[in-house]
């Protein structure tokens, strides 16, 4: 249709004056579809590859003592839900101690990931958490495009060893000179090409002897021995062994048991060398599992389901019960019919950690508190609920006060909805305070300020 009009037939239109004027259009024409194509992509970056993270919020802190001095953060990268539970032929699990340890000791769980199921936004959810800056993909997923607040940050010192891919973005970001790192270097990895879970053996030698270094080093001794302290092991080898030789195989679950020994052996060093005061907190956890080809990035439950272990300082018993309902088989699986699974999202992590030794909640996490891994009183689980809506409520009201009463973005209005369940939750809790009148009412004064505030915003 462009070459042909009703005044003459396509072939003479080239040579006659009766040429159609939209021939003359088409470089112009070309230049607008190419400017069309230009905008929305731009407009894709710009909507959503644009940092959701604000900042400029109060840190809010539980006003209550901690259960806990120090919290051992342990991340086993690329390590499975079921890889962990799950028990061999002859009914013997392939980390015995972490076993023992759900059995006897602590509390368990899946930790439900997001995608991408990556190493970033999987620490990121974690020890930050939030899920991961999008923005971020534009510097390769390996800088902070936008600095954000942490637990590490949040704590007195925190000390960690693992991979240069992991430890440095939560050093960078950290304000002050507080977070500390010992990683192997990118290149030295490849001392781990025969047997990755060299790897981790290099990071538990590494935390034995820091720890022995700190007796003749007396500056190191008494950080070692302040409050709100946080040791954070990136364990790289179950990972790798994982891509290199797929989660069934032999090296895969030897390196597991390997993981678990190292978990042990650190566990009662840092028993001893603390005179087993009773106020150190364990977590064991992972970024991402892992597909059965050895890839992960998606959405699989091979790659969201991840183990979550909490032991020591503050947290709870297993709690047995008769029956527990989950659409999947994996208690029955598992042999764990009668342990009360408590399933958490991944950036719930973040709260927990902030609770157990008493920093302030990370400024850009929307984690929710598990509550249920707790052991102590109605009056603090009351009062870490109440600090965690506070502390959600926060990031909705900055924007709202920034931007006027129609700027605020969707981002925002799911942490109001996050905030509004929050204070829901909480004032369930206190509800079981009965009793203590005292308590109630001074929460309930308080919890209904908040509401006129959120009814304001
Ligand atoms: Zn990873
Ligand atoms: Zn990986």
């Known amino acids: 249709m462009l070459m042909e009009t009703s005044c003459c037939?396509?072939?003479?239109?080239?040579?006659?004056?009766?040429?159609?004027?939209?021939?003359?259009?088409?470089?112009?024409?070309?230049?607008?579809?190419?400017?069309?194509?230009?905008?929305?992509?731009?407009?894709?970056?710009?909507?959503?590859?644009?940092?959701?993270?604000?900042?400029?919020?109060?840190?809010?802190?539980?006003?209550?003592?901690?259960?806990?001095?120090?919290?051992?953060?342990?991340?086993?990268?690329?390590?499975?839900?079921?890889?962990?539970?799950?028990?061999?032929?002859?009914?013997?699990?392939?980390?015995?101690?972490?076993?023992?340890?759900?059995?006897n000791n602590g509390s368990w769980g899946i930790s439900h990931t997001r995608v991408p199921t990556e190493s970033r936004p999987g620490h990121v959810a974690l020890?930050?958490?939030?899920?991961?800056?999008?923005?971020?993909?534009?510097?390769?997923?390996?800088?902070?495009?936008?600095?954000?607040?942490?637990?590490?940050?949040?704590?007195?010192?925190?000390?960690?060893?693992?991979?240069?891919?992991?430890?440095?973005?939560?050093?960078?970001?950290?304000?002050?000179?507080?977070?500390?790192?010992?990683?192997y270097t990118a290149e030295s990895e490849d001392f781990g090409a025969q047997d990755a879970s060299k790897l981790d053996t290099w990071v538990f030698d590494h935390v034995k002897s820091f720890f022995n270094s700190s007796r003749s080093n007396q500056t190191l001794f008494s950080a070692l021995n302040e409050e709100k302290v946080v040791l954070f092991m990136h364990l790289l080898g179950i990972d790798t062994n994982g891509h290199?030789?797929?989660?069934?195989?032999r090296e895969y679950k030897e390196n597991i048991r390997k993981v678990d020994e190292g978990v042990k052996e650190i566990a009662s060093m840092l028993e001893s060398f603390y005179g087993n005061d009773g106020k150190t907190a364990f977590i064991l956890t992972s970024d991402h599992g892992m597909t059965d080809w050895g890839s992960?990035?998606?959405?699989?439950?091979?790659?969201?389901?991840?183990?979550?272990?909490?032991?020591?300082?503050?947290?709870?018993?297993?709690?047995?019960?008769?029956?527990?309902?989950?659409?999947?088989?994996?208690?029955?699986?598992?042999?764990?019919?009668?342990?009360?699974?408590?399933?958490?999202?991944?950036?719930?992590?973040?709260?927990?950690m902030a609770s157990l030794i008493g920093v302030p909640f990370p400024l850009n996490s929307v984690g929710t508190l598990p509550l249920e891994y707790l052991n102590n009183s109605a009056h603090f689980k009351a009062e870490s609920m109440f600090t965690n809506a506070v502390q959600v409520l926060e990031q909705f009201k900055v924007p709202k006060l920034l931007k006027g009463l129609c700027g605020y973005e969707i981002g925002h209005v799911n942490s109001r909805a996050a905030f509004q369940s929050l204070v829901v939750e909480s004032w369930h809790v206190a509800e079981e305070v009965t009793g203590c009148w005292g308590v109630k009412l001074n929460y309930a004064g308080r919890a209904s300020t908040v509401g006129d505030l959120c009814s304001k915003y």
């Open 9 to 103: 037939p396509v072939t003479a239109c080239w040579t006659s004056p009766c040429q159609p004027p939209v021939t003359m259009g088409i470089p112009v024409f070309i230049l607008a579809g190419l400017l069309v194509h230009f905008v929305f992509l731009v407009s894709i970056f710009d909507i959503y590859f644009s940092s959701p993270l604000v900042h400029g919020m109060t840190p809010q802190q539980t006003p209550l003592p901690p259960p806990a001095k120090r919290l051992v953060l342990f991340v086993a990268d690329g390590l499975r839900a079921d890889s962990l539970y799950e028990l061999d032929g002859n009914n013997t699990s392939h980390a015995p101690y972490l076993r023992g340890i759900l059995e």
């Open 296 to 352: 992960h990035g998606a959405g699989h439950p091979s790659e969201t389901l991840t183990p979550l272990i909490v032991w020591g300082a503050g947290v709870n018993y297993p709690q047995k019960v008769t029956s527990q309902f989950f659409e999947d088989n994996f208690l029955k699986e598992w042999k764990l019919e009668n342990l009360k699974r408590l399933d958490v999202n991944q950036a719930d992590i973040a709260p927990l």
């Open 244 to 249: 290199a030789h797929r989660p069934n195989s």
């Open 127 to 183: 020890i930050a958490g939030f899920y991961e800056d999008v923005s971020a993909v534009a510097k390769g997923w390996k800088e902070n495009p936008v600095e954000f607040d942490s637990v590490f940050n949040e704590s007195k010192y925190t000390w960690s060893w693992g991979s240069p891919d992991i430890l440095p973005m939560f050093a960078k970001g950290a304000t002050g000179d507080h977070v500390y790192t010992f990683c």
